[in-house]
């Protein structure tokens, strides 16, 4: 296997990093670039812990391989959040959202996603938006309230 | 988990480049678009290949556009492109609303319908429609082009037409030449996130013309041409309606596996028929449910 060097805009910062082409975007992230937001959940593409944002949209960063990011643009929630929690972050904190918080970045990424596209979403629209985001603890309907709150805003 | 086999990894610039990779390779390398599926096969070690191909890096698979009266789908197109794309929600809303029905907003933000259609898998939603669409696969090997219907596309469960040495590099469906309206009808154990039990796209064109065809019922994607010729010509009725529940039976074949029991997906393909031929008439009528919501 070739060795090669990556180099991409993580959280606004270009980097560079050493990669095999079997790397998995999580992992590099995780392990070699110091992220920990993304959580390694079902490693399958179904749970959305590790959801990053690639290039303007979210990904499941699990179902990459490092090697495309390449020359990309990576957003994690270290990001979004650089200059202090954002509303939507605020309004989960008020209303308590989560539980345990694993599943807590890849929500608020898509959550953030969706209301860059949609400001006003539905609440079918909101649910559909998550839907590849699991949440063991709440039941989603915290997670919900939040978001249409910012919306109401 | 990290995956346990070695490859190599390339991204061709171009079309002749990506088939030289191919050659090369001989069978033994492995085309990327999406990824979706195919970083968990690699990581389950259902797929071991010598190197990826990656294809996204290829200007020549990036359109979404009309030429020659057909829509041409470039493969590196997503189903989110699709989704956001006018062009298919006007002219082949059964499409658009099956894009909406596949995995989650960050799947289909990386998974493209011409991976969607190599996985090939029973429970593909990109095939119904394209189905009744009589659209065609377009692929480039070394030596030859070829224009495959995907009708004759799906060769068994993960298995399809294309040949080791080519890649696909558009789908293209022509544009209805009479006013059409339809519908897919998606069943699955919850809303959002989930792969078909079973899946039926229905398009009703002006004159009583009728095409149906079925996904995860079955070891491949195929139209329900019996239920089509007895349906061609006829003003829908419940008695029509009823006959043509009758032959369901006949044009599917499912198995029970952890999604759903053989018999319940017989049962629900017969509910599912009768509601898609409704709602696809009354669309046509310009009444009915909007394209996207739920129509079971």
Redesign the interface.
């Known amino acids: ?2 060795k ?1 060097t990556i180099q991409l805009k993580l959280n606004g910062i270009q980097r560079r990093v050493d990669v ?5 975007l999580v ?1 590099v992230l995780r392990d070699k670039l110091g992220v920990k937001s993304p959580k ?1 959940g079902c ?4 749970c ?1 812990t590790c ?1 990053v944002f690639l290039n303007g ?4 960063s ?4 490092a ?2 990011a390449d020359g990309g643009e990576v957003m994690t929630l270290e990001g979004i959040s650089q200059n202090g929690p954002t509303k939507l972050q605020k309004s989960f904190v008020e209303r308590s959202s989560f539980q345990c918080g694993f599943c807590a970045p890849g929500m608020v990424l ?1 959550a953030t ?2 209301l860059q596209n949609n400001p006003h979403p539905r609440r079918a629209e909101i ?3 998550l ?3 699991l949440c063991r603890c709440t039941g989603y309907s915290p997670i919900i309230e939040a978001i249409e709150a910012v919306c109401k805003k | 988990m990290p995956i346990a086999i070695d490859f190599e990894y390339h991204k061709p610039k171009d079309l002749a480049e990506a088939a030289a990779l191919l050659a090369r390779y001989q069978g033994g390398a492995q085309l990327l678009a999406g990824g979706t599926d195919l970083i968990v096969w690699l990581k389950e070690g259902m797929k071991k290949p010598e190197a990826l191909i990656d294809v996204k890096g290829i200007p020549e698979l990036w359109h979404l556009d009309v030429k020659d009266d057909a829509l041409s789908i470039g493969a590196r197109v997503t189903f989110t492109e699709l989704i956001e794309s006018a062009l298919v929600k006007n002219e082949f809303p059964v499409l658009w609303e099956a894009a909406r029905t596949v995995a989650s907003c960050g799947v289909r933000n990386r998974a493209t319908l011409a991976g969607n259609l190599c996985s090939a898998v029973p429970s593909l939603d990109g095939a119904p429609a394209l189905l009744v669409y009589d659209a065609c696969v377009h692929t480039r090997g070394t030596v030859e082009e070829r224009e495959i219907p995907v009708s004759e596309w799906f060769t068994g469960p993960k298995r399809t037409a294309l040949l080791p040495d080519e890649l696909v590099t558009a789908v293209e469906l022509p544009l209805p030449k009479k006013a059409t309206a339809g519908c897919y009808v998606k069943l699955g154990r919850y809303q959002g996130e989930d792969l078909a039990q079973a899946g039926l796209a229905v398009l009703a064109e002006a004159g009583n013309v009728w095409k149906l065809a079925f996904c995860a019922v079955g070891p491949v994607a195929k139209r329900a041409g019996k239920i089509e010729a007895l349906l061609r010509g006829k003003k829908l009725s419940d008695a029509l309606i009823a006959k043509a529940k009758t032959l369901v039976a006949q044009e599917i074949s499912p198995i029970t596996d952890v999604r759903a029991s053989k018999e319940y997906r017989l049962h629900m393909c017969q509910v599912m028929l009768e509601r898609g031929l409704k709602v696809a008439q009354a669309r046509l009528l310009g009444k009915g449910p909007a394209y996207g919501e739920s129509v079971l």
Not at chain 1, 43 to 46: A, E, F, T
Not at chain 1, 62 to 65: A, G, K, N, Q
């Open positions: 296997m070739t090669t095999e082409p079997n790397d998995v992992d390694v490693d399958r593409g179904d959305g959801t949209r979210t990904v499941r699990c179902l990459v391989l090697v495309e898509s996603e969706l649910q559909e938006a839907a590849g985001n």
